[in-house]
Structure formats: C-alpha cells, structure tokens
C-alpha cells in the first residue's frame, strides 16, 4: 500500500487507479466472499493527502454518513448515522476512499463472524472455514486483495485474531490512541479501532492517520508518543539487538495447537537470530483473562445496548404497550449471540451479584493489568500465538459458545491491560495461516509496528497469500 | 404524682419524618455532556445532537462549567467534595431517557454533609437539616401524553440538562418546614449563582420521603413505612402531598396499618396521591461507573477558590439587612429571596436613600411591578441611583407621595431620571405662598357654606376645602402647606398651633 501511495504521489499511476482495481476485485469475488455488507464508489479519488487515492473498507460498526451502519445486526438494518466517526472523517481528510461496509459479528460479538445477522464471510484460503471475527469481513477483505486497507475493531481480538485467521497483520492500538466517537460501543473501556492491512508498515501508515487526540472522546490520550509511525517504523534497525522479548507459558496452555505452539517458536527463533533476548517467563493471572473479560465486556454490552429500545431508530416491532415495544422490538433485533451477552451482562450487574461478579472481576483486571506492567520492567516485548488455533470450519462451535470463546484466550489480555499488540502472520500449517501476536507496552505502538516490520522483514511469511484471488499484495519484499 | 411535664409526655403524638431529594437544573450555557444549548421553551427535538440524543456511537463528554457549578452548590451547603469523584450509569428504560440509562453519580457523590438551616420567622424557632449528598446527573427529556389520542410525544431538548441532585436527612418535621426548607435552598441556589430556579421551567423538582412515627409518654409506639412522592415541581404541590400524606399515614396508625414501602405520584388537580405501578416499584437500577468518562479529580484549590465567590447567603443576609438597616423580617426575606433585590437596596442606601423608605419602595412598588411583567429586576431601564433620587424629591417636598409613584411608574416603564421627568411634567409641588393664597381665595369664595362652617368649628370641612384646592392645582399643592394655610385665613390661626 505504501508503494501505490509513492506510485500515485509520484504521478506514475494516476489517482483513480488503485479504486479501479478494488472495484473489479469486489465485483469478481465479493458475492462469494460475503465481505462486505455494503459498497459504494465515489467518483472523485480522494483528496491529496497521505492515503491520496486509497481504497479502504470499514467494519459495520464505524458510523458512516454515507453508508447505512447495520452493525450486522437486524437492529440497525436500515440505520443511517447522521455523522462520520472520527476515524472515518480523518480518513477522508488523508485523501483515502472509502469504498464499502465490512461483515462483521453481530455487534462485534463473536469470534468466526457467524452470528452476521445478514450472511457469513468465507475464509479466502478455505472458503468452508471461518474468516475468524469479530472484524472478519475486514480480514477476508484485505486477504482477498479486495482492498489493501481495513479498519476493524479490537474489543477482545476482533482485529488480531481474523487478521491470524486470514493470513494478515492485524494491530490493536493502544487504548486510548484512537477515537472512539462514532464506533458503535460494545465494551466502551476495551474498544478500540485499528487498522488491517498485508505488512506492518501498511498498518504504520494508516495509524498515522488514526492515532490522534479526540477531544470528543473523553478517553481519548495526547500522549506524546502516539504519532509519526511510519517514520520510526522505517527507521529502526534490521536487528534486534538490546530487546528483551519474554514468552508467558500461560499462553501455551490446553487447547492450542501443537502447530501453532510450533508456529511461534520459531518466530522466538527468529528474534533470537536477530539479536533479541528471548526467554519464557510467566503472567499467572493470565488464566482468569477469559471469565474476567466476559464479565466486564457484557456488563458493559448490556448497558451500551439499552439504547435499542425501537422508540428513535432501529428496528420498531408492532406493539400495544411501551413494555411490548421494547420486549419485541428487542427481541426481535438482537440475535442469540447479543441477547446471550445482554442476559449475562444484566445478571453480572444486578443487585445481589454486583459484588461477586461485576466488582471483583474489575479488581482481577486490576491485578492482571498490575502484572502486565511490573513484566513490562524486565521485557520490552511480549511474543505469544494469535490464537489457539488455526481457522476452523464453519458451524462446529456455534453451539459450544465455550469452545467460540476460547478463540479469544490469547487476545483478551492486551484489552484487559489496554496495551498495544498486532497479529502478524507466522506460516502456515495445513495450508492455513498462524498468527503470532507481539505485545507492547502502553503508547508503543510504533515501537510494536517496528517488532512486527523486523519479522517480516526477516520471514516473508506475509507475502504468503490464498490462491485464486487477484494480487494486491505488494510483493515488494527484495527477499520474497 | 403527674407534673405538667409528666403530662406533656404521657401525651400521644404523631411525628412526621420528611426527607427530600431535590434536583436543580444548574445555570451552564451548555449541556453537560455536549455542545447543545441549555435552553427552556425551544420549538420541540431542536436542541439536540447525536450525544444527547443517545445515537449509536456517541460519546459524552463532561461540561467543566457544571461541575464547578455543583461544587459551588455543595460548598454553599456545606458539603465536603471529594477530592475524586466519578459518573456512573443507572438503568432503566422510559421513552424519554434515549440510551436506557442516566449518566448520574452513585458510590462517589461529589460532596458529602452540609446542612441547611431554616428559621421559621413565626415560631423563630432554628431548623437544622443535614445535607446527606450532592452529586450531578443529567436531566432527561419530556414525554407528554395525550388523552385524547393515547399517543404520546417526546420532546429531547432537555436531554442532558445538567442537575444537581441535593438529598437531605429525614430531619424534616413538618410539611409547612418542608416549604420553608425549599424556599430557604431556592434562595440560596440564587444567591451562589448554582441556578436560576425558575419552577415554571421546572428547575427545581422534588421527590419526598415520609412516614410517620406514632409516640406516646415520649416512647415511639410504632411508625409507618416509608412513602416516596416523586416529581413534585411547586413549592404547594411539595406541602399539599405531604399534607396528604400525613393524613394518611395517620388514618393508617390510628387503624393499626403500618403501610408499605411504595412510590407514588400526585395527582395535582385532585390533591391526591397514588400508589405506582407496581412495575414502577421495585428498582434495580445496575449503577457501574461509565466507561466513556474518566474519574474526575478535583484540586483542593479549585473547591476553595469557588467557595470564595460565593457571595454572603441569604440567611446571614437578612439578618445583616435587619440589624444594620431596622427592616422587618418579612421586608427582609423579600429582599432576600432575589439576590438582585437585595443588592438593588443596599446600591440604594449607597446613593443615599433612607433605608426604612427605600426597602418599602422596592418591596412595594418593585416587587409588585416585577410581579407583573415577566423579566428580571437586572432587565430593567432604571437604577438604585434613580429610585434614591426619587425619595430625594419626595424628602424634599419638590414631590408628594402621590406624584412620587405616579413618577416611579414613569421611570419602571421606560426609565429617565425622575428629577427630568418631575420638571418635563411641572409635577413639582406649588409650595409658593402668594400663589396658594390666591387659589384659596378663590375657593373660600366659590364655597362660601364650607368656609362658614369650618370657621364656625366643623373640623371635617377641611378636607372638602383642601380637596377643591388640591383639585385647581392639579393634584401640585402641598397639601401640608395648604392644611395650614386655610386653617390660618379661616381661623385666624386658632388652631394652628
């Protein structure tokens, strides 16, 4: 993406080339793919600026004014914001344009994006198996080569496990970094928007359009630190010499493929190659992430989405009565998945259970985030799996919302600690992309985008891509 | 053997316990947690944006203005404000609350303590309420429903008005205390510039809490459960539902009914109350502190600082205005009530009015001007200098009390100085004895009857002969002066002292 930037800047493409390009993927692909939930080609090719002539796609949950945002969700089928998100409008303002409206989970809720209220996004490399989720339309999209850029959501792994699933990177900034406003909320202290792309350095470019002070958003940060990504990112050394790198056992635990486990030692390996220290060590509280997180995310799901109530917007059932209005039109709108999460979200903060569910998993987050940043004293960097697993076939765990759940095991911690982390590809196993996941400290982002460009620099593993797709990847790596 | 006192206490006694909440719609230009103005009387849904209306996506952010507003508050009843405080979200779903919950405080009120003192001017008795918390919330909007449609309309402007919601100890023990209390707080929210109060645009609202312990030989026999009347927007509504209450509560006692804990609402046009729908009773409102807006620190400076603006409150006021000045109490609580009022006397005493004038004058004709337009004291064309001019006048005898109010009138409605209006005029009083004589001679001899009989002795006469004199001069003679001018030419003096 960097390059057709250069190319278009350097007037050797012109500017309407690259949205010519997504068009015809979209049209040849999309209607088996299921990426997108909407599209929409505007004539003009952006305005100058660093992404000038960039197509990108947004996940459903993004407010756009344009574009209907359906948060996959029967709720908001025919919801039409009456303003752009804050990232949307700096996108705009950065020259990029944006050409559609990605699937995603309902809501954000889910984990292979089945619980789409609309239809499912195959997994380009294997189009029986789940593109993961929540932001798997984004992830299918840019493996797909349908756009070189995505903006997905990170709740609890929504961006970095899809961008494992489909052979992509993935970054989750660090909470705080981007704006908020306009993202549809799920769990208001976890979210957070960030960009889906091939490389590292793509990821870079766009987050120096995202990362900015919001004073809309009242947990939006002007940390000093949050800025020029793309500059650092290519400015750092080929090595890693000095970086304290630590692996936490705890992420190795039951249920993670034995390939996967395979999967990131080698990528310990090649760390070790470039200079890096590399040791195991352990975060013993990681084992409560996954109960701590679908406390503290429902609860806040449940209070986020009081607001579908069918009186201003959204889905309105027939009713006689207030209580049936909102009875129906909620039951109605929300599908199984959200209504799973209200219900627990409600339970977890009632009276009588506050206490024993709500508070005290905010004190475990408190603790879990406390031993994330005293690790921070000893390593620059946390190396762990993605995921488990490797995408898995479609169905199998939509009854098991345990098993679904577990696909997030590796993801939640970073949400919890709100620190930075990506997905970068880490090969294959059995034809299926791995994903290995760098972790950061708060406001490094650009020093995790930096980690993750070193690796693929050094592997290549992100110019693999699913066959039978048109080649917007840029293979511009001399060693490919 | 029973002493008078021993009587007292074998005596029964029923002893109503009030507590209030009382909200406060505080004086900010915007809303609290967005741009949109904070308005009264806008045409319905206008003033509104994507925050306040809830939309998907939106994010709230904290009006800075509101919350020194609300330590002000807190100061100027005495609260302690927590050095760390936080919004959190109660839920429940109406209509006319857009995201199903209330961005409102919980478990870290903004202040803590204070009190409250009433005196009731009758009794002089000291009533002192505890102030259990303040905290801030935001407003919701209004439903209105109609009867004959069986629709109901929701109007948004009022979303995300900024409250400050000030709850007291039950240390209320009568409903006429209970006005008084609110009277008393109405006027300090003025004073400190927390609010305007203004109950027609429903600035203040009240929700009450009563029951009633039944006593005897100083011993509490049994009490009720508690009531909570909700929504209570005028300071009669707040003491005719008590009212009511007490009587029901105490037809309960005396049949041996203890009640039950419930909610109910008035019914303004039959003065009842009514239980709510038992939907309506059992609240779990879910409080967690909102994600979306960080803990708010406040700096022990800041809580001084705005705590020195505070100007001198009422209660220390109208004492002052009372011991300095020789005023009534019931001319002081006038004066009190609006800030403006009070100011507005002592600018007056400043320019030099005499005082027990003055306060009678703004009392009086002020008050019951403004009593009859619809604007402020502050919205008005004249001053205290004006009004100091006009006692002058009157002082003087350039004017009569008649004139003087007649002037008075002139300058409210369009304002001027009353010495110009006085001279454009010619209201100044004929005080000139050579011109008085002439006029009185002219009546002497146009009514003969009348000066033979007042000569003769018929005290009432006179009134009749300065009338007829009053009536040439176009109401300019002073009468005073006239008085003894007829007195002297009829009976030679005789009575003139």
Redesign the interface.
Same mark, same amino acid.
């Given at each position: 993406m960097t390059d057709t930037v250069a190319a278009v800047q350097s007037g050797d493409i012109s500017p309407g080339e690259p949205l010519r390009r997504t068009v015809a993927e979209i049209a040849r692909h999309d209607a088996h793919l299921g990426a997108f939930l909407s599209v929409s080609y505007p004539d003009a090719p952006g305005v100058k600026g660093p992404l000038h002539g960039i197509p990108y796609a947004a996940k459903d949950n993004?407010?756009t004014a344009t574009l209907p /945002?359906t948060?996959a969700s029967r709720m908001?089928e025919d919801?039409h914001? !009456?303003?752009d998100?804050t990232v949307i409008a700096r996108m705009q303002e950065a020259g990029a344009i944006l050409v559609g409206k990605t699937n995603m989970d309902e809501f954000a809720m889910g984990s292979s994006n089945e619980t789409s209220a609309f239809h499912p996004v195959a997994n380009p490399w294997r189009p029986d198996h789940v593109p993961g989720g929540s932001s798997g339309g984004s992830a299918a999209a840019v493996a797909a080569g349908l756009v070189p850029l995505a903006l997905g959501t990170d709740t609890g792994g929504s961006i970095r496990q899809p961008a494992a699933f489909c052979g992509i990177t993935g970054m989750k900034p660090t909470y705080g970094a981007v704006s908020?406003?306009? %993202?549809? $909320?799920f769990?208001?202290?976890m979210d957070q928007v960030g960009p889906m792309a091939m490389t590292a350095s793509d990821c870079a470019a766009a987050m120096d359009i995202l990362v900015a002070h919001d !004073?809309?958003?009242? /947990?939006s940060s002007d940390h000093p630190d949050a800025g020029d990504f793309l500059r650092r990112v290519r400015a750092a050394p080929d090595g890693c010499d000095g970086l304290r790198i630590g692996i936490p056992r705890e992420y190795f635990g039951q249920g993670v493929d034995p390939e996967v486990v395979r999967a990131v030692r080698s990528a310990a390996d090649v760390f070790s190659e470039l200079g890096a220290r590399v040791e195991e060590m352990s975060l013993p509280h990681t084992v409560y992430a996954l109960p701590t997180y679908y406390i503290l995310a429902s $609860?806040?799901a449940a209070?986020n989405?009081?607001?579908?109530?069918g009186?201003?917007?959204g889905r309105r059932a027939a009713a006689n009565s207030?209580?049936e209005l909102?009875w129906k039109s909620r039951g109605e709108g929300f599908g199984r998945e959200v209504q799973r999460r209200i219900t627990l979200g /409600?339970f977890v %903060?009632?009276?009588g259970y506050?206490d024993a569910y709500?508070l005290k998993a905010a004190r475990v987050r408190g603790i879990m985030a406390g031993e994330i940043t005293r690790a921070f004293a000893q390593y620059d960097y946390l190396l762990t799996p993605t995921c488990p697993t490797t995408a898995f076939p479609r169905d199998v765990r939509t009854e098991d919302p345990l098993a679904m759940y577990m696909a997030d095991v590796c993801t939640i911690p970073a949400n919890l600690a709100g620190i930075p982390a990506v997905s970068v590809p880490g090969g294959l196993v059995n034809g299926l992309p791995v994903g290995v996941q760098l972790m950061g400290r708060r406001f490094d982002d650009a020093g995790v985008l930096a980690l993750a460009d070193r690796f693929q620099r050094a592997t290549g593993h992100h110019l693999l891509g699913p066959e039978g797709f048109g080649d917007h990847r840029e293979r511009g790596g001399e060693d490919a | 053997m029973i002493t008078g006192n021993g009587v007292e206490k074998m005596r029964e006694q029923y002893r109503p316990v009030i507590g209030l909440e009382i909200h406060v719609a505080l004086d900010t230009e915007s809303k609290m947690f967005c741009a949109c103005v904070n308005a009264f009387g806008s045409t319905p849904n206008t003033d509104v944006c994507p925050v306040c209306l809830g939309l998907p996506g939106s994010l709230p952010v904290t009006n800075a203005r509101a919350i020194e507003l609300g330590i002000t508050c807190a100061r100027a009843l005495g609260g302690q404000v927590a050095p760390r405080t936080y919004f959190e979200r109660k839920h429940y779903h109406y209509p006319d609350l857009p995201k199903g919950y209330q961005i409102s405080q919980y478990a870290a009120p903004l202040s803590i303590g204070g009190e409250l003192v009433v005196d009731d001017s009758h009794s002089g008795e000291e009533v002192r309420v505890r102030i259990r918390r303040v905290h801030l919330e935001e407003d919701a909007g209004k439903s209105m429903h109609s009867r004959q449609s069986g629709h109901t309309q929701l109007d948004f402007n009022r979303c995300g008005v900024p409250l400050a919601e000030i709850v007291t100890e039950p240390d209320i023990t009568s409903c006429a205390q209970a006005r008084r209390f609110l009277e008393e707080l109405r006027a300090i929210m003025r004073t400190a510039g927390v609010s305007r109060v203004r109950m027609e645009e429903g600035e203040l609202r009240c929700d009450v809490n009563f029951n009633l312990v039944h006593v005897k030989a100083g011993q509490e026999i049994t009490r009720t459960q508690i009531s909570e009347i909700k929504n209570l927007n005028s300071f009669r509504a707040v003491q005719r539902a008590l009212e009511y209450e007490l009587m029901r509560h105490r037809s309960a006692l005396e049949a041996g009914d203890g009640l039950l804990h419930e909610t109910r609402h008035w019914d303004a046009d039959r003065e009842v109350t009514y239980a709510a729908r038992t939907k309506e009773q059992a609240h779990d409102y879910r409080y967690f502190p909102d994600p979306d807006l960080p803990p708010i620190l406040i700096e022990r400076e800041l809580v001084d600082y705005l705590a020195a603006g505070i100007p001198e409150l009422p209660r220390a006021r109208r004492r002052r205005l009372r011991e300095t000045w020789g005023i009534e109490w019931s001319q002081a609580e006038i004066l009190v009530e609006e800030p403006e009022m009070a100011d507005f006397f002592e600018s007056a005493i400043a320019e030099g009015a005499e005082p027990s004038e003055a306060c009678k004058w703004i009392v009086g004709e002020i008050a019951g001007y403004l009593n009859t337009v619809d604007t402020t004291l502050g919205a008005l064309p004249f001053s205290a200098a004006d009004l100091a001019a006009l006692l002058r006048l009157v002082e003087d005898g350039a004017i009569s009390g008649k004139i003087a109010k007649e002037v008075w009138l002139e300058v409210m409605e369009g304002g001027g100085s009353p010495e110009a209006i006085v001279e454009r005029r010619g209201l100044r009083q004929i005080s000139d004895d050579a011109i008085l004589e002439q006029i009185i001679e002219e009546v002497v001899a146009e009514h003969p009857e009348a000066a033979e009989d007042y000569a003769g002795g018929k005290d009432k006469t006179l009134g009749f002969l300065v009338g007829q004199v009053m009536q040439k001069t176009r109401g300019q003679a002073n009468p005073q002066k006239v008085n003894e001018m007829i007195a002297r030419r009829l009976r030679g003096g005789r009575d003139d002292n």
């Open positions: 993004l407010c /945002t948060c908001l919801y914001p !009456p303003y998100a908020r406003m306009g %993202l549809v $909320a769990a208001s202290s !004073p809309g958003d009242s /947990t $609860a806040e209070s989405l009081a607001r579908f109530d009186v201003r917007y207030i209580e909102y /409600t %903060l009632s009276a506050y709500y | -």
